[in-house]
Every structure is written in C-alpha cells, then in structure tokens.
C-alpha cells in the first residue's frame, strides 16, 4: 500500500469503481491450487501431457484397428452376407457416416461436461458395438449397424481425447498429437495384418476376430479409467474439466471455426489424403487377386500386402508432428499430398510386366507416408490457429472432414477402381486433385510461427 501511494482508507473508497493499479488489488485472490498450479504448470503440464498422449495412442489404436480389420476380409464379404458391391461399401463406410453426424454432438458435449466422460463413454460404445459384431454371424444389418454405432465411439476418442492432449500441452501440440496419432498409424497397421491373420479358420474364423478385439478395447478402457480418476493429479484435472469458456472467451462453435478461411484450406487437404487411403481399401485386395494370383482366401498375404500404407502412416507420423513444430506447418501439409499424388500412380503402374509387386508395395508406402504429412501437422495447426476457444470444434470439423474421405473414398473406389480399366483412370484424376490441394495448403499457414517441443 505504500508502494502504491494508497492507505487503506482509499482502497476501500475506491472499490465501487476500482481504477488504475486498485483494480488489481481488490481482484480476488487465486485459490492455493491454483498458485500451486501456476508456479509448478509447466512442469505438470509437460509431464500428464504425456502421459495423457500416452493413453490417447492406445485409444486411437483400437479404433483404428476397427476401421481397418475388415480391409483383408473384403473379398468374402459378398459371399458370406449375399449382398452386392455397393453394400459392401455401404458397410466400410456406414461408421464414417455415422461419425460425420456425431462428432458436432461430441465437440459441444466436451465443452459441456469436459473430455474425461466423453473419452470413457466413447470407450464403452466401442466395446459394446464391437461384441455385437462378433455376433452378427451372416446377419448383413446385424453387422451394419453395430458398423455404424462404432462411429460414435470413434468421434469421442478422436474429439474427447485428442482435446484432452492439447489442453494439456505447453507449446508442444504437434509433438503431442504426433504421439498420439502414432496410435492410430499402429492400428491401421495392424489391423489388416492381424486380422488377416486371425480371421483364419484355424485361427480364430471371421466372428473370433471381433471377439479378440472386444476383450483388447476393454483392456484399454480399463487403463483409461485408472488414469483419467485414479493417476490424475487435481492440478492437471483443471485443464480437462469444463470451465465454459476460454482463457479469453467463450468458447467457439463449429459454425464460428468454419467461418476461417484458413481452416477450410486445411480441411481440404485433409479430406484429399483420407480419401485417397480409403479408395485403396476395396481396391488393393481385389488388384492384388488380379494382378498378381494371390487367392482371394490368403487372407494373411493380403492384409500383408496392404500393410504397406499404414507402415509409411508410422514411419513418418511421429517425426511430422514433431516437425510441425519447427517447421511451418503450411509446408508440410502442403508437402504431403505430392507424396501421395506419386505413390498412387506408382500403385497404378505395377502389374506383373511393370516393377511387380515391390512396385506396389512401395507405392502404397508413399501413399501412407503423404497421409502422415497431412495428418499430425494439421491437427496442430488447427490448435495453433483456434486458441483453447476453439479446440473442442476445430477437431470436431477435422474428425468429420477425415470420416467424408472414409465415406466416399471406399464408394468411388468400389464402384470405379476395381475393375480392370478402371483403376487408371481414377488414379490419374485422384493424383491430379491432390496436387492442387498441395497448392492450396501453401495458403494455410497458421497464426503465429512454429514453437520448439518443451517435452522432447
């Protein structure tokens, strides 16, 4: 007080209308957590970050060998439930629809109740959807629906969790998201491998599938919950509780986050590589039968085959999120689609007289590896770009943007790629639309310049 040239008297005289360097002074003092918080946070951060990141990567794993188990059981499909092509693709697209719809629900319901009921319920739906696919049997809408409801598990973890990393990351998103994404890569990997694999009859048949991966999703969800309300230190918890606004606002809804320009840039190259990797889905099996002999029922060999893309997804997922870090984030989601646009048309060329199967698979390579340059330095962008205001909505449009390339890529590529001719041509004009969108991405350069990774 005498500092401030003020006796007590003055200060409560002033405190109707508090003005000047007394404004602060009859501010309420912060709460002992929140002292604790402020003097130790980056430490804190830094630290349940991580570990946080750590819990996101087995989140997305499962979900993302749910999205790709199915990859090298395509060919039996249309015997096993007796429908047409277009059904089949009905059925690899019906969780993206679904997820399309749910994710605005989810953003908002983050910024409602906070991440940790959304991650959890997420957790549960997949857990119940999937058993109920190990019991479809031959039952197509049995199988289609429990596809379906799987989207609405898969929008709480990408939304739910990936909001949870970036509310407790300090400077560092893109290695963050970049760890764990690298969940999903792992997922993608393995899921048509492992499924492949397992659907064998001596293994495990086509409904034991499902049944292994429902006891691992409840293995996972399990760890969750020792996590997010057993692990969980108060401090960190403040940053993933609803607070109902923003450290400068209200927080932003979807309609405000695409009213930027540069968001719907980013949103473009996004949705080109997506679309890209779920045209190969319905493709790389049935070109594989075709061009190089393999039988339709070497499951295992055909889950391997296309392994490829997913293994360029890992190689590079990691290392472009930390990237985005350093490097403009523009430059690398603008670098991805090119790397794509070449391993499709490597794909394309490969036949038994041209490169063989080496060809194809490191096409396919290429294709993962545009993706991952895509894929984690824009979810950092996004975060960079909306502020804590919009995190919950930015991912949100990211999630349904990703979920229209699941929706259409596996329609276009089953309906115009699987047969002989047609595959050409569609490689060509979907190369093409990928290297505008590399163009456009130049134009997207986030707010504010690349922040060095205080965790690695």
């Known amino acids: 007080l005498k500092f401030c040239g003020s006796s007590p008297g003055d200060i409560v005289a002033m405190s109707d209308e508090?003005?000047?360097?007394?404004?602060?002074?009859?501010?309420?003092?912060?709460?002992?957590?929140?002292?604790?918080?402020?003097?130790?946070g980056n430490e804190l951060r830094k630290r349940w970050a991580f570990l946080c990141a750590a819990v996101q990567l087995f989140s997305m794993f499962v979900d993302a060998?749910?999205?790709?188990?199915?990859?090298p059981l395509s060919p039996q499909y249309k015997d096993r439930f007796g429908v047409s092509d277009a059904a089949i693709g009905l059925l690899f697209s019906s969780k993206a629809i679904v997820q399309v719809l749910t994710s605005p629900l989810t953003a908002k319901a983050v910024d409602r109740v906070g991440c940790r009921p959304v991650m959890l319920f997420a957790m549960l739906v997949l857990v119940v959807s999937t058993a109920v696919y190990a019991v479809s049997g031959d039952e197509f809408g049995i199988a289609l629906a429990a596809r379906a409801v799987q989207g609405i598990g898969s929008s709480g973890v990408l939304v739910g969790g990936q909001s949870a990393v970036t509310r407790l990351a300090n400077g560092n998103e893109g290695s963050?998201?970049?760890?764990?994404?690298?969940g999903a890569a792992a997922g993608v990997l393995l899921g048509p491998t492992v499924g492949g694999w397992l659907a064998s009859p001596e293994i495990a048949g086509f409904g034991g599938v499902f049944w292994v991966l429902t006891v691992v999703i409840a293995v996972v969800a399990v760890m969750q919950v020792v996590f997010l309300y057993c692990v969980l230190p108060n401090e960190a918890l403040m940053k993933l509780r609803n607070t109902g606004a923003g450290e400068e606002g209200e927080r932003m809804g979807l309609r405000v986050v695409l009213r930027n320009r540069k968001v719907w840039l980013i949103l473009l190259g996004v949705l080109a590589v997506n679309f890209n990797i779920a045209m190969l889905e319905p493709i790389i099996p049935v070109r594989a039968v075709h061009q190089f002999d393999i039988a339709a029922s070497a499951t295992g060999t055909l889950g391997l085959m296309w392994a490829a893309a997913p293994f360029g997804f890992v190689l590079f997922v990691a290392p472009a999120g930390i990237l985005s870090d350093f490097v403009p984030k523009n430059l690398l989601m603008a670098f991805g689609p090119v790397v794509a646009a070449v391993g499709l048309i490597l794909t394309a060329i490969a036949s038994k007289a041209s490169g063989g199967i080496p060809l194809f698979e490191i096409g396919l390579v290429l294709c993962g590896c545009g993706y991952a340059f895509v894929d984690a330095p824009s979810q950092a962008a996004l975060t960079e770009l909306l502020g804590e205001q919009g995190q919950s909505a930015g991912f949100a449009a990211l999630d349904m943007t990703m979920q229209l390339g699941f929706i259409f890529g596996p329609l276009v590529g089953g309906s115009f790629g699987i047969s002989q001719g047609g595959?050409?041509?569609?490689s060509i004009t979907v190369a093409a639309a990928l290297v505008v969108c590399s163009l456009s991405l130049l134009g997207a350069r986030s707010a504010g310049g690349p922040k060095p990774p205080s965790i690695l």
Do not use: C, H, Y
């Open 423 to 426: 595959f050409w041509p569609l």
């Open 18 to 40: 508090p003005q000047g360097l007394s404004k602060n002074l009859v501010q309420p003092m912060e709460s002992d957590s929140q002292v604790r918080f402020s003097v130790v």
């Open 176 to 182: 963050l998201l970049g760890i764990a994404t690298l």
């Open 65 to 71: 060998v749910l999205l790709t188990v199915i990859v």
